[in-house]
């Protein structure tokens, strides 16, 4: 998929995308789809609004682009990424920093080591180990239906990631990753008075 194959309102979306280089999915301040959508403020559940259809639309238009990457980078909620901030997601996400490792459970560490192995489909018994993954950027978390009709997910090293990919951009060191993505994080809040927090913000082992 390419931008001229984008509806009109993803493309607006996706606009809005390239300009600020993160975008939330729902969000009270900072930019973020439904609000796009919809014209307004979201409040609870986005299924329900009057343009849940609409934003579920964009959502899957938006998910399908080869230059956006979905993961929970903000606040732990989901975060659209343009295709420039890729390798500081990338860099941040394959470090293995104490904020990520420290208090990872025992079968947290046991799922990710079956990762690193090979992509893992997490039944439901290894569901709080994979958003325990998830949260700290250890994977990338895909969502899918199967051919039955059931919601699963499945997760990749970044470095599978990456290889399947391709086309990610030049490596990058963590620390210069992460300290992009704070400053993009930080002007944001600053522009949009929201309260965005990245996943190692706040941790007692932080960056």
Same mark, same amino acid.
């Given at each position: 998929?390419?931008? /001229?194959?984008?509806?009109?309102?993803?493309? =607006?979306?996706?606009? /809005? @995308?390239?300009? !600020?280089?993160?975008?939330?999915?729902? %969000?009270?301040?900072?930019?973020? $789809?439904?609000?796009? $959508?919809?014209?307004?403020?979201?409040?609870? +559940?986005?299924?329900?609004?009057?343009?849940?259809?609409?934003?579920?639309? #964009?959502?899957?238009? @938006?998910? %399908?682009?080869?230059?956006?990457?979905?993961? &929970?980078?903000?606040?732990? /909620? $989901?975060?659209? $990424? !343009?295709?420039?901030?890729?390798?500081?997601?990338?860099?941040?996400?394959?470090?293995?920093?104490?904020?990520?490792?420290?208090? @990872?459970?025992? %079968? *947290?560490? &046991?799922? @990710?080591?079956?990762?690193?192995?090979?992509?893992?489909?997490?039944?439901?018994?290894?569901?709080?180990?994979?958003?325990?993954?998830?949260?700290?950027?250890?994977?990338?978390?895909?969502?899918? !239906?199967?051919?039955?009709?059931?919601?699963?997910?499945?997760?990749? +090293?970044?470095?599978?990631?990456?290889?399947?990919? *391709?086309? #990610?951009?030049?490596?990058?060191?963590? #620390?210069?990753?992460?300290?992009? =993505?704070?400053?993009? #994080?930080?002007?944001?809040?600053? /522009?949009? &008075?929201?309260?965005?927090?990245?996943?190692?913000? *706040?941790?007692?082992? +932080?960056?």
């Amino acid at each position: 998929m390419n931008n /001229k194959s984008l509806s009109a309102e993803s493309a =607006l979306v996706f606009a /809005k @995308l390239e300009e !600020h280089g993160l975008l939330l999915r729902i %969000d009270a301040n900072l930019p973020n $789809v439904c609000a796009l $959508v919809a014209g307004e403020r979201v409040r609870g +559940s986005w299924w329900s609004h009057p343009s849940g259809r609409a934003i579920f639309a #964009v959502d899957g238009e @938006l998910a %399908d682009h080869p230059d956006v990457l979905m993961t &929970k980078l903000i606040s732990g /909620k $989901v975060t659209y $990424v !343009h295709r420039a901030l890729w390798p500081q997601v990338i860099a941040v996400g394959r470090s293995r920093e104490p904020w990520q490792m420290k208090d @990872l459970s025992t %079968d *947290g560490r &046991k799922l @990710l080591a079956q990762v690193d192995r090979k992509p893992v489909e997490p039944d439901r018994r290894a569901s709080k180990a994979a958003s325990e993954l998830e949260t700290r950027l250890l994977v990338y978390s895909e969502q899918f !239906h199967s051919e039955s009709g059931a919601h699963g997910r499945r997760l990749e +090293s970044w470095d599978h990631w990456s290889n399947r990919i *391709g086309n #990610v951009g030049e490596p990058i060191t963590a #620390v210069s990753g992460g300290r992009l =993505l704070e400053e993009v #994080v930080a002007s944001l809040n600053r /522009k949009f &008075k929201g309260s965005g927090r990245l996943p190692w913000q *706040g941790r007692s082992s +932080s960056r």
